[in-house]
């Protein structure tokens, strides 16, 4: 059974910085292209970025390009998210979710339960 | 950037009262790459139907999704008391992935 569980969360003040963490199981992790999106509160789905499965290609969301950064521990079946530069438009649940390929244009097959990220002063 | 349109935006109907959903796209989803999921308060979203059409595992038939090009549906035949939640569309055919706004199924 996939199993993806979040962690990392937390508050902190504009300009902080933040790791994410997902650990994955119940499938071959490198073989799966994984992702982060979030959610504000009450709002809706937003995606933030995607690693390939081998984790040579990233991807980015404008909003937060040049200050998250995506990267995967494939030895330890781990996603990780670091956040930089936070603001308050930054306050939302962050999911990891698995991809049913290797490669990006895929759908997003399952989702962890999600870590809360609050940027405020 | 393709911007996904969801339609109503809450939909109230009975249980067994047949709810159609719809989602509408800028421009052409590539190779009809459009995801429904379902959310619940407090869950993270499940996927429901991918490549427009096709029922993910474990999807109950009374899920069925439709469409191509620009203008896709999803139809909940018989809604069960469990399938009242918030419902997305996504794309997954072009850069950078996109989501629509939800479409909250409510009960009457």
């Known amino acids: 059974e996939v199993h993806l569980v979040d962690s990392g969360g937390g508050l902190l003040q504009p300009g902080g910085s933040l790791r994410l963490s997902c650990v994955a199981s119940g499938f071959t992790f490198t073989n799966y292209a994984m992702n982060w999106v979030r959610q504000a509160p009450g709002k809706g789905l937003e995606w933030v970025s995607s690693?390939?499965?081998?984790?040579?290609?990233?991807y980015y969301a404008d909003s937060v390009k040049g200050r998250f950064t995506i990267s995967r521990d494939n030895s330890k079946d781990t996603l990780y998210l670091q956040m930089n530069s936070l603001r308050a438009e930054d306050t939302a649940i962050y999911y990891c979710?698995?991809?049913?390929?290797?490669?990006?244009?895929?759908?997003?097959?399952?989702w962890g339960q999600g870590t809360l990220v609050t940027v405020s002063s | 950037e393709i911007v996904l349109t969801q339609s109503p935006g809450t939909l109230s109907l009975s249980p067994g009262e047949r709810a159609t959903l719809s989602c509408r796209a800028s421009q052409s989803v590539s190779n009809n790459y459009l995801v429904w999921y379902q959310q619940k308060p407090g869950q993270a979203p499940r996927l429901l139907i991918y490549a427009a059409s096709s029922r993910a595992t474990g999807i109950p038939d009374r899920f069925s999704g439709s469409g191509s090009g620009t203008d896709f549906t999803l139809t909940i035949s018989r809604p069960e008391p469990e399938d009242f939640a918030v419902y997305y569309c996504q794309q997954y055919g072009s850069s950078p992935y996109t989501f629509g706004q939800g479409t909250k199924l409510e009960i009457k």
């Open positions: 690693i390939s499965g081998s984790g040579g290609s990233v």
């Open positions: 979710a698995k991809t049913n390929s290797v490669s990006y244009y895929a759908y997003f097959d399952y």
